[in-house]
């Protein structure tokens, strides 16, 4: 029998010049917690000065909240709810990539309800504590396509102290409005574009492998990847190129709608566990790494060698008919892309550090576990990271 819930209230406008259709919509408040990068590409290419001028034209007042790093941090949820509060902000826009947006949804649901973020986070040393109280209402506009998080409920923040990073999300932390303006994403260096669109990948496979998925996210699954497949490497290659932007820009909105409707898989809670330790690591560039062993371990164990498969065609090896064929596909693109080489000693991770990672891996994110398509012991989990060591 088949069973499954849809479910994505977010409003999303989607195209080249979005951004400036912002002061016509309907937004949720009066003020506005712009929380954004601690990094300065927002600024020096105008989309700050732009969404402020676009709140002012719809009579919105705002406050910019800029320390936001690349993997948030606990500290700066609770030091932005504290301004949202102080300000008397009733809704809060996350402005650029997955971590700014990430955390405008943590800091919303923060501004709202009392103690501290990880007294709301399940998993590690979480209290899964229920929110008392409704999150603020968030507004997303990307510049990044990556993440998918503008579709999606999904934040994932560290805490310091435990080297802890764990995604928390439910109904109540959806955006109510997203702006996904290929435009804004024309200034993204060509590593980082590659790291976002392989973020992106991972979100569309490993919700098309979860075990539960259904037909809806296998369609958007299969439609994600196969964008990715032909878009990335012009993006990277050429990021002045608008059309392969906009193919990346809606492939990983589709991957945020596949988080939603399905899940990612063990993939993720092995990045987690190496970029909690080495924050400087970017996320996508830690899935990139640990990606061939991961996805050999299932084609060896033969699990799901049919969606192994249809994958390797979405991705352009329309020839394929061995669930091996998908890691050739995807040792292809990164090539492509011009990240096959990536190592993990330079970020500095060591060899021995291994075992407590994927022993991390298990206590914090060992729910996307219990959806792979066959079970990984944590031997396995240290074997994958030993075959992607370098």
Same mark, same amino acid.
């Given at each position: 029998?088949?069973?499954?819930?849809?479910?994505?209230?977010?409003?999303?406008?989607?195209?080249?010049?979005?951004?400036?259709? &912002?002061?016509?919509?309907?937004?949720?408040?009066?003020?506005?917690?712009?929380? /954004?990068?601690?990094?300065?590409?927002?600024?020096?290419?105008?989309?700050?000065?732009?969404?402020?001028?676009?709140?002012?034209?719809?009579?919105?007042?705002?406050?910019?909240?800029?320390?936001?790093?690349?993997?948030?941090?606990?500290? %700066?949820?609770?030091?932005?709810?504290?301004?949202?509060?102080?300000?008397?902000?009733?809704?809060?826009?996350?402005?650029?990539?997955?971590?700014?947006?990430?955390?405008?949804?943590?800091?919303?649901?923060?501004?709202?309800?009392?103690?501290?973020?990880?007294?709301?986070?399940?998993?590690?040393?979480?209290?899964? +504590?229920?929110?008392?109280?409704?999150?603020?209402?968030?507004?997303?506009?990307?510049?990044?396509?990556?993440?998918?998080?503008?579709?999606?409920?999904?934040?994932?923040?560290?805490?310091?102290?435990?080297?802890?990073?764990?995604?928390?999300?439910?109904?109540?932390?959806?955006?109510?409005?997203?702006?996904?303006?290929?435009?804004?994403?024309?200034?993204?260096?060509?590593?980082?574009?590659?790291?976002?669109?392989?973020?992106?990948?991972?979100?569309?496979?490993?919700?098309?492998? =979860?075990?539960?998925?259904?037909?809806?996210?296998? *369609?958007?699954?299969?439609? #994600?990847?196969?964008?990715?497949?032909?878009? &990335?490497?012009?993006?990277?290659? !050429?990021?002045?190129?608008?059309?392969?932007?906009?193919?990346?820009?809606?492939?990983? /909105?589709?991957?945020?709608?596949?988080?939603?409707?399905?899940?990612?898989?063990?993939?993720?809670?092995?990045?987690? *566990?190496?970029?909690?330790? %080495?924050?400087?690591?970017? %996320?996508?560039?830690?899935?990139?790494?640990?990606?061939?062993?991961?996805?050999?371990?299932? #084609?060896? *164990? %033969?699990?799901? !060698?049919?969606?192994?498969? !249809?994958?390797?065609?979405?991705?352009?090896?329309?020839?394929?008919?061995?669930?091996? !064929?998908?890691?050739?596909?995807?040792?292809? &693109?990164? =090539?492509?892309?011009?990240?096959?080489?990536?190592?993990?000693?330079?970020?500095?991770?060591?060899?021995?550090?291994?075992?407590?990672? *994927? +022993?991390?891996?298990?206590?914090?994110?060992?729910?996307?576990?219990?959806?792979?398509?066959?079970?990984?012991?944590?031997?396995?989990?240290?074997?994958?990271?030993?075959?992607?060591?370098?």
């Amino acid at each position: 029998m088949m069973n499954f819930t849809y479910y994505i209230p977010t409003r999303i406008l989607f195209g080249t010049g979005t951004l400036d259709q &912002l002061h016509a919509q309907q937004l949720p408040g009066k003020k506005a917690l712009i929380v /954004t990068t601690s990094g300065q590409s927002i600024r020096k290419y105008g989309y700050l000065d732009r969404v402020e001028k676009e709140l002012a034209k719809a009579g919105v007042a705002s406050v910019v909240f800029d320390k936001i790093m690349p993997n948030p941090v606990e500290r %700066h949820v609770m030091e932005g709810a504290q301004i949202a509060r102080e300000q008397g902000c009733d809704f809060i826009v996350g402005l650029g990539g997955g971590s700014s947006i990430d955390s405008a949804k943590s800091i919303a649901l923060m501004a709202t309800n009392e103690g501290t973020y990880w007294d709301y986070i399940a998993g590690g040393s979480g209290k899964a +504590k229920a929110p008392a109280h409704r999150p603020l209402p968030v507004v997303a506009i990307t510049t990044t396509a990556g993440t998918g998080t503008e579709a999606d409920p999904w934040t994932v923040v560290t805490r310091e102290e435990t080297n802890e990073k764990i995604g928390f999300g439910y109904d109540d932390t959806f955006p109510v409005l997203s702006i996904v303006d290929p435009e804004l994403m024309l200034t993204v260096p060509p590593a980082l574009t590659a790291f976002q669109g392989f973020d992106a990948l991972f979100h569309s496979t490993e919700g098309y492998l =979860a075990q539960c998925a259904n037909p809806v996210s296998e *369609a958007l699954s299969l439609k #994600a990847i196969e964008l990715i497949g032909k878009n &990335l490497p012009v993006a990277v290659r !050429d990021g002045k190129n608008l059309a392969a932007r906009e193919g990346m820009a809606i492939a990983s /909105t589709i991957s945020g709608m596949v988080e939603s409707i399905s899940s990612c898989l063990s993939e993720h809670s092995l990045e987690h *566990a190496l970029s909690a330790y %080495h924050p400087e690591l970017p %996320h996508g560039a830690g899935l990139i790494m640990i990606s061939q062993a991961y996805y050999t371990h299932f #084609a060896q *164990a %033969h699990a799901c !060698d049919a969606k192994m498969i !249809d994958m390797a065609r979405a991705l352009g090896k329309t020839d394929a008919t061995h669930p091996m !064929d998908f890691v050739i596909a995807l040792v292809q &693109l990164q =090539a492509a892309c011009g990240v096959d080489n990536l190592k993990m000693s330079d970020y500095g991770i060591r060899r021995e550090d291994l075992p407590a990672m *994927a +022993k991390n891996a298990r206590e914090t994110m060992g729910d996307l576990f219990l959806l792979d398509p066959v079970m990984l012991s944590e031997a396995d989990c240290i074997t994958i990271y030993e075959h992607s060591y370098r």
